[in-house]
């Protein structure tokens, strides 16, 4: 089971790869439309380009941790969702797919949790 909640967390940290690459100008991904929910002005493009690289980075991070057994991969991994479900509804017409992806990881959280 980790290692398919791990699958997933590097899998996911790649599609934002797409995003960013894409947001930045750096190449043009022809499946990703480039609209937003909601009128972003250009700067703000900027930013959240780098913010899609910051997900990319969070994932691939909690993916290690929780391959070496560190106790933290969860509070990473719940920072990463945050990051990536914000990316995602902003760009919901091309990534929404995406909240599959973090309401499983958020289920991976939930179960890996001590009981009390």
């Given at each position: ?35 937003t929910?909601?009128p ?11 913010l899609?690289?910051?997900a990319?980075?969070?994932?691939i991070?909690?993916a290690v ?19 990536s ?5 902003l ?6 797919a995406g ?7 958020i289920l991976a959280?939930?179960m890996?949790?001590?009981r009390r």
């Amino acid at each position: 089971m980790m290692w398919i909640v791990i699958f997933i967390m590097v899998l996911h940290g790649l599609i934002h790869l797409m995003g960013g690459l894409d947001e930045l100008g750096l190449i043009e991904i022809q499946e990703l439309s480039g609209e937003t929910l909601i009128p972003l002005p250009g700067y703000l493009h900027s930013f959240l380009g780098v913010l899609w690289f910051i997900a990319v980075a969070l994932f691939i991070l909690s993916a290690v941790a929780l391959a070496t057994r560190r106790p933290w991969w969860k509070r990473i991994t719940a920072i990463a969702v945050i990051v990536s479900q914000v990316l995602i509804i902003l760009w919901w017409p091309d990534a929404k797919a995406g909240t599959v992806a973090n309401a499983l990881l958020i289920l991976a959280i939930v179960m890996r949790s001590p009981r009390r």
